[in-house]
């Protein structure tokens, strides 16, 4: 892996901060999560990113994307970061379902979907997890019934993240009387059909990010299946593997809280303990090694390789960094980190927060031990 930009990717970085330097809202946005009115700030935001076709550069130009490589994304990304851009809200849809989109989806369905959500036209929401069916995916009970060139899906879907306020959700669901791997399959749906009700889940923030969704003989086309029927599994695994091993989570939002987290001991060490200075410069290193871990993924992928099982060494590692960094962070300023009040507090217990929930969400950290144990190390189970 060669570590110098060329003159090329150089010339790219500077194009991006230039055009974020000047559209970048000079105040930040309301969180998406927050309320209707946030949500749609932020839908607005994307429409402006798609003004630049900057939704989604990898993605290929006829479908709203600038047919980048992933070392560009990861310089976009790096620029995006530090700029303080808004967030994303269509990360659902771009980071997860899109790639997932263009390697198992037909001509007519890209044609179809990514164009509008590249644009923030269509948000979408992730709707896999159910009540008894988390981490352990191949537990799900919600059913597609085939009927003529239908499909009508039932059941109940928990912890879809953007569902209060999203347009569509992407779903696992069984035929009738199969179990576990076999049988499933991924199918979209519109979340104002009839017979779908969501209900917001309420964080400890005030946010609804979650929501659970209930579905009642919800009809939608064929069309809507991604890859062939009981092929969900399958696929499900590819959407998996982006969101631990690459797109969910790039080093540049590591990299950018890690150097707050050195300014933020800089302007605090004389009143802290200085003991934290060590776990100051593990945050930065920890970021720095995976931001490298990332950049050699890229790699190998734009010479053809695949995310497999690896990916779950990566989820380990960026939730895990994500807590340390916020649990030093609230150490060094001490007990005015629990007061909201506080100069600079806020952020960082918000997001310390946040990222409590990283061991649990893409699949619990115990899950994907489990995973680098049996099918990177060979061990039994």
């Known amino acids: 892996m060669d570590l110098t930009y060329t003159p090329a990717q150089q010339a790219f970085r500077a194009e991006v901060r230039g055009w974020l330097e000047a559209h970048v809202p000079a105040r930040p946005l309301e969180h998406f999560d927050a309320s209707r009115e946030g949500f749609e700030a932020h839908r607005l935001w994307e429409r402006t990113l798609k003004t630049g076709d900057w939704g989604m550069v990898t993605w290929p130009k006829e479908y709203g994307g600038r047919g980048l490589d992933l070392i560009q994304w990861l310089i976009f990304e790096e620029e995006y970061a530090r700029a303080g851009a808004p967030g994303r809200v269509g990360q659902n849809g771009i980071f997860l379902l899109g790639p997932t989109l263009i390697e198992f989806g037909t001509e007519e369905q890209k044609a179809r979907f990514l164009p509008p959500m590249a644009s923030g036209e269509e948000i979408w929401a992730q709707a896999w997890s159910e009540p008894q069916a988390g981490s352990d995916l191949a537990g799900v009970r919600s059913t597609a019934v085939p009927d003529g060139g239908d499909y009508v899906l039932s059941g109940h879907k928990i912890w879809s993240s953007r569902a209060v306020f999203a347009d569509w959700a992407f779903g696992l669901f069984r035929t009738p009387g199969s179990e576990r791997h076999k049988g499933l399959s991924l199918i979209f749906f519109p979340l104002d059909a009839p017979g779908v009700t969501v209900n917001a889940i309420r964080k400890i923030n005030g946010h609804v ?17 991604l890859g062939e029927e009981g092929q969900g599994w399958q696929i499900c695994m590819a959407t998996a593997g982006f969101e631990r091993g690459l797109m969910l989570r790039s080093p540049a939002r590591y990299q950018v809280a890690a150097a707050a987290l050195a ?109 680098i144990a049996e099918r990177m190390l060979g061990l039994p189970r």
């Open 209 to 225: 990010g979650f929501a659970e969704i209930f579905l009642e003989e919800v009809r939608v086309p064929a069309f809507n299946r």
């Open 263 to 371: 300014k933020l001991w800089r302007d605090r060490k004389d009143n802290a303990d200085r003991a934290l200075e060590a776990e100051v410069v593990r945050a930065f290193m920890n970021a720095e090694a995976y931001a490298l871990s990332i950049y050699r993924t890229a790699s190998a992928l734009i010479a053809g390789a695949r995310i497999g099982p690896e990916a779950s060494t990566n989820k380990i590692f960026w939730s895990e960094l994500d807590i340390h960094l916020h649990r030093t962070a609230l150490a060094i300023l001490g007990p005015e980190a629990e007061l909201l009040t506080a100069p600079g507090a806020h952020d960082w217990i918000d997001d310390y927060i946040f990222a409590l929930g990283g061991p649990i969400y893409a699949g619990s950290n115990e899950i994907q031990r489990n995973i």
